[in-house]
């Protein structure tokens, strides 16, 4: 086991995973940037170094100067959490060459799962049902025009290193898609290096659901049920909850099972999601698969008792997995919102000082923070600033109980999302888990 992990991440996750190590009696070390000096993670670390001023250009994804404090600290390990750097495969591979242990799967399949157009190619040779389009990047719009009139629309326009929705739209005629291609392309180019754009058939009313799998060194893998991820706004997650009441036993034992072997068949190691879109008649289509930790890894911590942090962490160390497929059991159900430093109405972020937090507390009620009651939110980061996780022994229940933890939430200085969260899951559709993707828009007025 390792003596000291670095964690190379802020907020939430990094506080998530700093508990984690010490109850394992792991000594961590944290890293902040200029704006973050007086963050909760700086705090609950044993060691912590700064590590530039406060973009994430200047501090969070400088590659040589973590590296260079995680070896001046004599750290064992370094953890990347999610977003940031964690599926950067130059910093995996620059961890491996400076005799740090990287926290996740290799350089190799993080690059091949970091392109959508590479994986949906690994993924149909593997035998993985995909969502009909291709499996090449576009040369311009005019070839985009004539592919989608073969595919047929609604087509989705996709950047091939996307995420959070950033070069993603649906596209509806020959019109659309020769305005929509460039200028997603554009905004691929800007943040993320890489303008690849490819095309996907446009699945009607579909659910997102996502299926989380541990897969150790000596090549055993298992899966650990499903989340359902189908709220979302401008095709970022905002609700996440485990079990998806639209999957029967069959079908997750499928997904499952299917899950796994992709898994395999790339030699993934530590912990992963293979995310898929499903169909009103229960046809599922692979989307893509993330190489880390899950923002919404808690509701499957939740209905397993499975630490998934602790498992990532005994991977890398060496360790077999301790159970088997047989061995996990999924009990009760969980639902996740995230909290949004952002105006409910515009979506814009809202920066500030948190001038007062009075979280609600009770049974089955979990919360990870990245702030504290004075805490000031910066415009620098992801406005993402907590989560609030339920548990209980059904859906109604969870349910009951997020909203009434919701109600005494105060969270003030700042705008939240916390009124959009609140219409949601009073919502009739949502009680009756009609939750397709497009929920919000079709449901959602503001």
Do not use: W
């Amino acid at each position: 086991m390792f003596n000291k992990i670095l964690i190379a991440n802020r907020g939430e996750i990094a506080v998530r995973i700093m508990r984690t190590c010490q109850a394992l009696k792991i000594k961590t070390v944290a890293i902040y940037s200029e704006a973050d000096e007086d963050a909760p993670h700086t705090r609950l670390a044993d060691e912590a170094y700064l590590v530039g001023g406060p973009r994430v250009s200047d501090s969070y994804l400088k590659i040589d100067k973590i590296i260079e404090i995680a070896k001046k600290t004599e750290a064992d390990a370094i953890h990347p959490g999610y977003g940031l750097l964690s599926e950067n495969p130059e910093f995996a591979r620059r961890c491996a060459e400076k005799g740090l242990v990287f926290i996740g799967p290799s350089a190799e399949v993080i690059s091949s799962m970091g392109s959508k157009i590479e994986a949906r190619r690994v993924m149909l040779q593997a035998g993985v049902p995909v969502v009909p389009g291709i499996s090449t990047s576009l040369a311009n719009s005019h070839e985009a025009v004539k592919i989608a009139g073969k595919i047929g629309y609604p087509i989705m326009l996709k950047a091939s290193s996307g995420g959070g929705g950033i070069g993603m739209q649906i596209v509806r005629s020959d019109e659309e898609m020769i305005t929509a291609f460039e200028g997603n392309q554009k905004r691929a180019q800007s943040f993320f290096g890489n303008g690849d754009m490819y095309i996907e058939k446009y699945i009607e009313n579909p659910r997102h659901i996502e299926i989380q799998i541990l897969a150790d060194q000596a090549g055993k893998v298992v899966y650990l049920g499903e989340r359902e991820c189908s709220i979302q706004r401008r095709h970022q997650k905002i609700v996440e909850e485990a079990p998806s009441i639209f999957l029967d036993a069959e079908l997750r034992r499928e997904m499952g099972e299917v899950s796994v072997h992709a898994a395999q068949t790339i030699g993934y190691t530590n912990a992963g999601t293979i995310e898929f879109l499903v169909d009103e008649k229960r046809n599922f289509y692979f989307l893509e698969m993330n190489t880390r930790l899950q923002v919404e890894h808690p509701v499957t911590e939740e209905i397993t008792g499975i630490d998934l942090v602790e498992e990532q962490i005994r991977i890398a160390a060496g360790e077999h997995l301790r159970f088997d497929q047989s061995e996990i059991q999924c009990n009760g159900h969980a639902i996740e919102v995230r909290i949004y430093a952002e105006d409910p109405t515009t979506f814009f972020p809202s920066p500030g000082i948190i001038t007062k937090l009075n979280l609600p507390e009770g049974e089955g009620i979990r919360h990870e923070l990245g702030v504290h009651d004075t805490s000031k939110v910066t415009p620098f980061y992801d406005p993402m600033i907590a989560k609030l996780i339920v548990k209980g022994k059904n859906r109604v229940e969870a349910l009951s109980k997020l909203r009434s933890a919701l109600a005494i939430y105060e969270l003030e200085g700042i705008k939240t999302n916390i009124p959009l969260l609140k219409q949601v899951l009073t919502h009739p559709s949502f009680h009756k888990g009609e939750t397709t993707t497009d929920f919000i828009h079709k449901y959602i007025k503001n």
